[in-house]
């Protein structure tokens, strides 16, 4: 009940590609879905998040997609460039106070030049 | 300008000798969770403050110990590091007025 599951384990795209990582998950509770970017050997940063009452959410090049009946969300890239390379989790968290994010298994994205 | 500090960066330490991390932050947010990462795999929570209350995690093992003096200062101790305890670990802050954490960069542990 308390998973994320993050799909794919490792994800390949030349440059201007469109990755998506997909994350699906059971706590109906879960009321915040983030995701986090991080580099090797760096702390993962907030990359982009959203809540349920939407279902699209654009920062950038960065966009999620949130299925609420389906339990799952998405993060697509546009434009992809070499730099995006990463790590990438979904995490997801329910209520206010001291949230206690639940991360997926991560992603690991390269965009080949 | 960094928001959460981790120090070290980078620690070695003897196979079952006491080792500290430390983590301190310039937001004075209440609270402040210390995360265990092996290599390849999402973060996992060991425990957190929120303000001083202290609140383990079931499967923490009682090696790993966390004293708060400050809400600018967490401290992680682990007691006796085995092998196994090797990995980055992240300190995380968060308010209730805001969403989502905000991360160091970590500490990386070495265990020799």
């Known amino acids: 009940q308390q998973q994320v599951k993050q799909s794919p384990q490792s994800l390949i795209v030349q440059k201007g590609g469109i990755p998506i990582i997909n994350c699906a998950y059971e706590?109906?509770?879960?009321?915040?879905f983030p995701w986090y970017q991080q580099f090797p050997g760096k702390g993962p940063a907030l990359l982009i998040a959203?809540?349920?009452?939407?279902s699209e959410k654009k920062e950038g090049r960065f966009t999620i997609s949130f299925n609420k009946s389906a339990k799952q969300f998405s993060l697509h890239i546009m434009d992809s460039q070499p730099g995006d390379s990463a790590t990438y989790f979904c995490?997801?968290?329910?209520?206010?106070?001291?949230?206690?994010?639940?991360f997926g298994q991560g992603t690991r994205l390269t965009i080949n030049p | 300008d960094a928001m959460v500090i981790q120090n070290p960066r980078y620690q070695v330490t003897q196979f079952g000798k006491p080792v500290t991390l430390s983590c301190s932050q310039t937001?004075?947010?209440?609270?402040m969770y210390w995360y265990q990462q092996k290599s390849s795999q999402a973060p996992k929570l060991l425990f957190h403050?929120?303000?001083?209350?202290?609140?383990n995690e079931a499967d923490t093992p009682d090696n790993f110990q966390s004293r708060r003096p400050n809400t600018s200062f967490c401290f992680l101790d682990i007691r006796s590091p085995g092998l196994g305890d090797a990995a980055m670990y992240l300190c995380?802050?968060?308010?209730?007025?805001?969403?989502?954490?905000?991360f160091g960069s970590g500490t990386r542990l070495t265990v020799v």
């Open positions: 995490a997801a968290s329910s209520g206010q106070g001291a949230q206690k994010l639940v």
């Open positions: 706590n109906t509770a879960f009321d915040y």
């Open positions: 959203i809540r349920p009452d939407v």
């Open positions: 937001l004075n947010h209440n609270v």
């Open positions: 403050y929120y303000d001083k209350d202290f609140n």
């Open positions: 995380a802050i968060a308010n209730d007025q805001a969403d989502g954490y905000t």
